[in-house]
């Protein structure tokens, strides 16, 4: 799994260097940190029931292998390499978002608005993530990196990391207010 996931951050890094180099900007790239049970990032130290998360402090992608376990065995995923492909991709989709100054000016509401109005925010901000991670899909698929079923697993990935299933699965019913990534339709169309 750890080469697998280096491979395709670097897959991932190469076609954000394009992309930001065909409008004339310069693509700084994140670094991929991975660990097990626990970490210390610029944002603090975290544990491996966080999931998979980029600190914006330090430019970083912390990753935990065994979520794609966790991915499976708790949220229903399928297996398949593909969805570690896409919770990777969704993670430079925030550093994309950092490096564009858009986490900046969606956390620099967070005092003005009400926790349901920010929230809203989040979902957005998540959604683009998983929309950034489909743009470099879309370039994966363009050279001929994916192989039959690859988009599936990423869908099926998304759909099982929605707001709406998770909270149906931990606590039997559902608080659209709370939500912060999103719905498991809202991440497989985005």
Same mark, same amino acid.
């Given at each position: 799994l750890f080469d697998y996931a280096s491979v395709v951050m670097a897959d991932i890094e190469d076609t954000w260097n394009t992309l930001f !180099? &065909?409008?004339g900007e310069t693509y700084t790239e994140a670094e991929l940190t991975i660990y097990s049970g626990m970490v210390q990032s610029g944002c603090g130290a975290a544990n491996s029931g966080v999931g998979p998360f980029y600190c914006p402090r330090d430019h970083s992608i912390? @990753? +935990? @292998? =065994? /979520?794609? +376990?966790? @991915?499976? =065995? &708790?949220? $229903? !995923?399928? &297996? $398949?390499? /593909? =969805?570690? !492909?896409?919770?990777i991709a969704h993670e430079i989709g925030h550093h994309v978002q950092t490096l564009l100054g858009i986490s900046d000016q969606v956390m620099s509401q967070r005092s003005r608005l009400s926790e349901t109005e920010f929230n809203k925010q989040m979902v957005c901000m998540e959604l683009q993530a998983d929309f950034l991670a489909g743009v470099w899909a879309h370039y994966a698929s363009r050279m001929n990196l994916l192989e039959e079923g690859d988009l599936n697993e990423a869908m099926n990935a998304a759909s099982a990391v929605g707001d709406d299933r998770i909270q149906k699965a931990a606590q039997g019913y559902v608080v659209p207010d709370s939500f912060t990534h999103g719905t498991s339709e809202q991440r497989k169309r985005w």
């Open positions: !180099a &065909r409008e912390y @990753l +935990d @292998l =065994s /979520f794609y +376990d966790t @991915l499976i =065995s &708790r949220y $229903g !995923a399928k &297996r $398949g390499d /593909f =969805s570690m !492909a896409y919770v």
